[in-house]
């Protein structure tokens, strides 16, 4: 399956739950883009000690777009 995932928001909860999600369907085997819009941008400061946005970033093995 293709999926397409658009993130625009600086919220580091919603933004790590998104990439769970999009790293949990590239283990399924599905072809999954993520696309950072807007504020989603910010992506790099969004994170703390209990979201790791970038942890969930550095697993990611789709295409990735910013």
């Given at each position: ?21 999009a ?21 790099e ?10 942890g ?11």
């Amino acid at each position: 399956m293709k999926v397409l995932m658009i993130i625009s928001t600086d919220d580091g909860e919603t933004i790590y739950n998104a990439m769970r999600l999009a790293n949990v369907g590239v283990a399924k085997g599905d072809e999954v883009s993520v696309f950072m819009l807007g504020k989603g941008v910010l992506f790099e400061q969004s994170g703390d000690e209990e979201f790791n946005v970038m942890g969930e970033m550095e697993r990611f093995e789709g295409d990735f777009y910013v």
